[in-house]
């Protein structure tokens, strides 16, 4: 277990929505941007969270169920066009091939078992559905480690190459990347630190960082704060 279990997000429900890239329009409209229609009757997202962006594929696309682990992430959901329920991605309560669409942002990182969720996904696509992904990735595959470093939290932030595997069963693959510019490490860490001693490690390592990572994540010491940009890898694939 990588020990992100359904209490440790019960622990960051509260502040969940504060943290700058959860909410960020212009992410959420390049993400739902990459779905090609607009006609799909059963939609499923997978580590719902607080449904950022499940509020916003419900009024443009159409209502939607979700699952997440965290009944206190999904408690923040309160709209007509959601159905929440708590379960775990590694066994999706689904039959097979219920849904024309299903997609899934910023959940592998903490999931034990990234293929099994990905066979479950693709259990529960209708033949032809299509499966909208979003991660957060290092700059570059090169730097892998020392990202895991930085973040500090037992976490690995899966590389591009890794996720393509994942995606070994699907076909039809288009990708993007979006980049999230001078993100602010004092936002992130005031809303996801459990302690001061975690925000003192992490901002310590990103102080210490080499200068490949300076030059690609555009290193900038603000004053109080430590701004850098933060690249997500975005791809649709069908079944
Ligand atoms: C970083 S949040 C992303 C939430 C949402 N997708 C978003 O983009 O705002 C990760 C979410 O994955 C959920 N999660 C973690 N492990 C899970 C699992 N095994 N099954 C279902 N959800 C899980 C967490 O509870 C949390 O809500």
């Not at 300076?214 to 791809?235: C, F, P, Q, T």
Request: net charge negative.
């Amino acid at each position: 277990m990588k020990g992100y279990s359904e209490n440790y997000w019960a622990k960051r429900a509260k502040q969940y929505n504060k943290t700058n890239w959860v909410k960020n329009n212009s992410f959420i409209d390049a993400f739902i941007g990459m779905i090609p229609n607009n006609h799909y009757p059963n939609i499923l997202e997978v580590g719902i969270g607080t449904g950022a962006v499940a509020e916003k594929v419900s009024e443009r696309i159409g209502p939607l169920t979700g699952i997440d682990i965290s009944q206190e992430m999904i408690d923040k959901i309160n709209h007509d066009g959601i159905t929440p329920i708590v379960a775990n991605a590694h066994n999706l309560p689904f039959e097979d091939e219920s849904f024309e669409l299903i997609y899934m942002r910023n959940v592998i990182h903490y999931i034990d078992d990234p293929k099994k969720v990905f066979s479950e996904i693709y259990r529960c696509l209708k033949p032809g559905g299509q499966f909208l992904f979003s991660q957060v990735v290092p700059p570059d595959d090169s730097i892998s480690k020392e990202y895991d470093w930085l973040v500090g939290r037992d976490i690995h932030y899966p590389t591009k190459r890794e996720i393509l595997g994942l995606f070994s069963s699907f076909h039809s693959v288009k990708q993007d990347d979006f980049v999230l510019e001078k993100q602010s490490i004092m936002n992130w860490l005031n809303n996801t630190c459990q302690n001061e001693d975690e925000k003192a490690t992490i901002i310590e390592r990103h102080r210490a960082t080499s200068g490949a990572y300076r030059l690609l994540s555009n290193y900038e010491d603000a004053s109080g704060d430590i701004l850098v940009d933060i690249k997500h890898l975005m791809i649709l694939a069908q079944k």
